[in-house]
């Protein structure tokens, strides 16, 4: 197998791919759309925590590594890594970013050469859709010509234990020699890779992983709604339960689900039952109906907590610990913290939120970034704890905010209530 590897899509997929590509002894080129990244990345700028400027800058050192937005950098290449958004549009998948990279990609497809989308999407996409974009684009046929495959991504962001390299990882070919290919050169980048028999199995594994978490999460989202109501602590609960070894895995609740996964996945699952079988998937139904209305249900939450202060929203400060959809990143992508802010801003509240990890540019408008200090807190009518980030001082929170709401289960206290 040659050494060219072209990756397109420089986020939270793609960009640690690359690096992990160059520290294998690959050439790689970093393809993306926006200018903004690319300019970042070529001078070594990190905007993703799980690649630090210190990577960036050695795998441009190396001579190894080029970020651009111009396809005719990937002339020549062995392999093309996927690994751009697949977003749902009122409901519908969105395939519109895989469509343009095999197009953009297909004339560079040479014989012998190997393409695996990474992206997320429904089962027979990568046979029955990048295929014929990228026949069509490069006048080649698969398999005769060139091999292709498919192999879901498992990145989770700010997991220091879980990486890409001793995460086992999914892979499938359209045929024997396309999996032979895509294996081969997954196994330069990562230590465990797991074969299956065709794209359409690694597609649904990808889907079922997530729908998996998503299905467990409404459902002790539901039960902390019941078990407040029922005047028991559904923190404690949890952690009772979780101390048996055998048939239970520890799900916790929040302010709702969010990033690329969850929020988007198990609804790709259940369109795709929809419209190839005819019949509702409800479990995914049940659980994008309870996940989707959790923020609602934090911010009711937060108004009957100003009304027994006897505040009301209208002009009450509230100061928002975390915006970022997981703790320890910067993804907002999807984040119920960012749904939660909105709400409480068009309820009147004069909202300052406080997260590490976030830049302030994509914030919505109305909202001030401020540091997580005493004297903010202090400040506040009442302090939201949405994304539990170890960077906070959680005690310092407790000591010196009149009144905390935590929906992270990180606060203790007379002066903290939990979701």
Request: some cysteine; overall charge negative; proline content about 6%.
């Amino acid at each position: 197998m040659g050494d060219k590897l072209v990756v397109i899509g420089q986020g939270y997929v793609g960009l640690p791919l690359a690096m992990r590509a160059v520290e294998a002894g690959f050439d790689v080129v970093g393809l993306d759309v926006d200018a903004w990244r690319v300019k970042r990345l070529n001078a070594a700028e990190s905007y993703i925590e799980d690649v630090g400027d210190d990577v960036l800058a050695e795998a441009r050192r190396s001579g190894r590594y080029l970020a651009a937005t111009d396809y005719s950098r990937a002339a020549d290449f062995d392999v093309c890594v996927i690994t751009v958004p697949t977003p749902l549009r009122d409901g519908v998948p969105d395939l519109r970013h895989i469509t343009e990279a095999g197009r953009s990609i297909a004339p560079f497809v040479r014989p012998g050469a190997t393409v695996v989308l990474e992206s997320t999407t429904y089962p027979g996409t990568t046979e029955e859709h990048l295929r014929g974009v990228l026949e069509e684009g490069s006048e080649l046929r698969t398999p005769e010509d060139f091999s292709l495959g498919y192999s879901p991504e498992r990145i989770d962001p700010g997991n220091p234990r879980w990486r890409l390299e001793n995460t086992p990882k999914i892979v499938s070919g359209i045929d024997p020699a396309s999996l032979r290919k895509v294996q081969d050169f997954y196994e330069r980048i990562v230590e465990h890779a797991v074969p299956v028999s065709s794209p359409r199995v690694a597609e649904l594994c990808k889907l079922l992983e997530n729908t998996f978490r998503h299905v467990n999460v409404a459902l002790v989202n539901e039960l902390s709604i019941f078990a407040e109501q029922l005047g028991i602590d559904v923190w404690e609960a949890i952690d009772a339960a979780s101390t048996k070894p055998f048939g239970y895995m520890r799900f916790t609740p929040g302010p709702g689900v969010g990033g690329h996964c969850l929020p988007i996945d198990p609804s790709y699952l259940s369109w795709k039952v929809k419209r190839s079988l005819g019949h509702n998937f409800r479990f995914v139904e049940l659980a994008n109906d309870i996940n989707d209305h959790m923020p609602d249900y934090v911010v009711h939450r937060l108004s009957l907590s100003l009304n027994r202060q006897g505040k009301p929203m209208l002009r009450s400060k509230i100061l928002a610990l975390g915006l970022a959809y997981k703790k320890n990143t910067g993804d907002i992508r999807e984040s119920p913290a960012i749904e939660v802010v909105k709400a409480l801003i068009k309820l009147g509240a004069e909202v300052k939120a406080a997260d590490p990890h976030v830049d302030a540019h994509p914030l919505p408008g109305g909202l001030s970034l401020v540091e997580a200090t005493a004297w903010e807190m202090a400040q506040a009518d009442m302090v939201v704890v949405l994304t539990d980030h170890d960077r906070f001082d959680y005690e310092m929170v407790q000591r010196a905010a009149a009144y905390v709401f935590d929906t992270r289960n990180r606060c203790r206290g007379p002066n903290v209530e939990r979701l």
